[in-house]
């Protein structure tokens, strides 16, 4: 990546937000992080618990004193409502609150506070003016995007967006055998509607990866998310004695497991910088320190820049797990659950927020997404604008994950002024 | 392994036992192995369950009806005493009833019900001829010798040889945070004293392995256990989001445990038939469908029958170790947990045994444990005989775990051979 501008205000320089302003921002998001705090300076908010409860409603309470009406759907979404042109259809701007455990403090808090400081310097600014928007502004806390307790992540976006039948959604279940339903319906989030109509779309979140650090450039312009092959391997063994039984005649399936973790990560590296590959959940069956494991079930992500060098991974994949069958003696029954094509946001949308940042002097660039976001389900259904404020060394989904201040403020800045349009009508669906 | 003498019966031949004698203790293991049933043929009896105290409480009502008076010492172990020389010390004969989860019938099982039945023939005949032994004779069945709910395996007999402090053991607890002292108490198996004083030990296993039935031989005299290291590995790495983190960036605790796995294997196949390597149980934190994982721990184990190729194995392993770490820039914490040699059984109860066996007219041959037994405790402390039934196609560990009825037979025959012999005082402690 090179980029475009290396303008004025550098990815450690200052910000164009005033500071009475960054002070609230920075202020609240201090408040923010204590809920689920852990000692290592992280969060744990597994979506529905107490953790995540509390800091819902202590988010209804912000919007609420910046005179927003919070309002959730039906699984549990909340909507802070800016409604000033009554009927007319809502720019949503947020993104989620919920967390991985032990992660960190900015992986979708930062983008739903970013949207709720937007949205109250709109409001001040339109209450000075006297002036009407074309769209009503929804600031958004999408339900359940991580996806650890409850599977699968983003699931508030998606039966929003219709990709996922409420039903289904509400019924599943955590690993304690607790329902999405039951785990909303104490909380006082599950509501009655759909939410807000969408006109478009904007999310900020942090990059979770290194290129604009390296670049040193402050706002990613996110033009497509990463192709993806999602699969689910159940490795199937024998059980038997794990001293006694001769070697050649065990049937392991951790051994299957772990040969297929390596091969995972020996397909990336041919391919570098343009294939990623994880085993990040692998469970293993009796689990016991004296019995060869008959059976372990594992989750394999492919994502990939490259929809060719996807399928060629893909191709790969398929020829060794043959070759891992026969190694270990076990068998492997390979599920795809996702499968994803690179997936281009509108472009319109990436001009939008390109110009916004020009403008405002920020150094931006053009930067694909490789983790999932909601708005990756919205820009399905409405015109969408994501942006990426930087990760200091990458690091992400850990409890040391960091954006500096300066970056935090500048995106804020930008998100304010995509908003700023999107809501005079800029980009809204046809 | 040659076979020492292809006698009179083979491996799928008729016993010695007479017909109502055979009956009664097919009908016995029936209904034993009714408790703690799985759908598939095998049982889940793990210590302290309701299937384990149910069977328990079965096996007291069976040993007296028998006229065996029931006993059971600080740990839980259950003895049945025949006191016929007041004062004296026993012949301790039996084996354990626990299971692993989803195991086999006979593992443990067969050994208590053959010393059982071995026992109640014995007394049958003293009454009979109004002899009166130099020995008293004690079934046990020892507590936890599996050790899949609560580690250590061979918990009761660790603690009756005085190989585990009795404390150190009432409070292990297992996944729910259960002690054993807990899990003991409501049951009525915690008793007071420190059990009988044994004299020797005899107890009879199934091989678990598939050397007896490939040479065709029925008693297999176990003269060692193999050695053993075993390892406690705890891989650390860093969470990171497993799909935007570049690979380069990634330190994945589960790609350093896979590693390890796989390299285990090959060093087994380095040494074949002499060194049996394992990975049973491995945990992943946080073990999350998006998230790389920061910590793996995994038990590793290493058994051997050849002292020097341990070593050898060993250093190999040390070796690689530091290979894993740099590969999957992760650190690697080795802690060994357990270290024994090459373990003989006293030469002159293996003499015994062979005496007995080739009187009986049953193929038998010399042979080594490699899994653990509680006579390996035993013999630290008395002469201990210990003997192996074949297994077929050495399955175990498994629901399929099975031993023919002829053999399992020919197996009670020579154990009563062997505790006719120890009660006459031809092996006890000096």
Known sequence: MTTEETGARASTGGSAIDASRAAAFLADFATMSAFGATERGGVDRQ???????????????????????????????????????????????????????TAGRYDGAYGVLAAAHAVFAIADELAASGETPALNIAVVNWFNEEGSRFVPSMMGSSVYTGLLPLEEALAVTDAASVTVREALAPTGFLGEGDGPVAACCAEIHIEQGRLLEASGTTIGLVTASWAASKYV??????????????????????????????????????????????????????NSPVVVASRVRLLLDLRCADEAVLAEANALLATEL??????????????????????????????????????????????????????INMKERVPTVMLFVPSIEGISHNEGERTSDADALAGLDVLTGVVRRLAAGELRAP
């Not at 759907?73 to 009554?86: A, K, M, S, W, Y």
């Not at 497991?257 to 391919?271: I, P, T, Y």
């Not at 190694?327 to 281009?344: K, Q, T, Y």
């Open 322 to 375: 043959a070759a891992i069958e026969q190694r270990a003696s076990v068998s492997l029954r390979v599920e795809r659950s996702h499968e994803w094509g690179i997936n281009p946001y509108q472009p319109e949308g990436v001009a939008l927020a390109r110009s916004v940042a020009a403008q405002l002097g920020y150094s931006h660039d053009e930067i694909k997404t490789v983790a999932g976001h909601d708005s």
């Open 47 to 101: 979506a529905a618990t107490p953790a995540d409860n509390e800091q819902r409603r202590w988010m209804q309470g912000l919007l609420e004193q910046h005179g927003l009406r919070v309002e959730y759907d039906r699984i549990g979404n909340q909507f802070g409502l800016l409604e000033l042109v009554p009927g007319a259809p809502y720019v949503v701007v947020g993104s989620h609150m919920d967390s991985q455990p």
């Open 233 to 286: 391997v159940t490795v199937e063994g024998e059980q038997s004695h794990s001293g006694a039984t001769v070697m050649e005649d065990r049937h392991d399936a951790l051994l299957g497991a772990s040969l297929l973790v390596v091969f995972a990560r020996e397909l990336a590296d041919r391919f570098p910088g343009v294939l990623h590959t994880a085993v990040g959940k692998l469970d293993v069956y009796p």
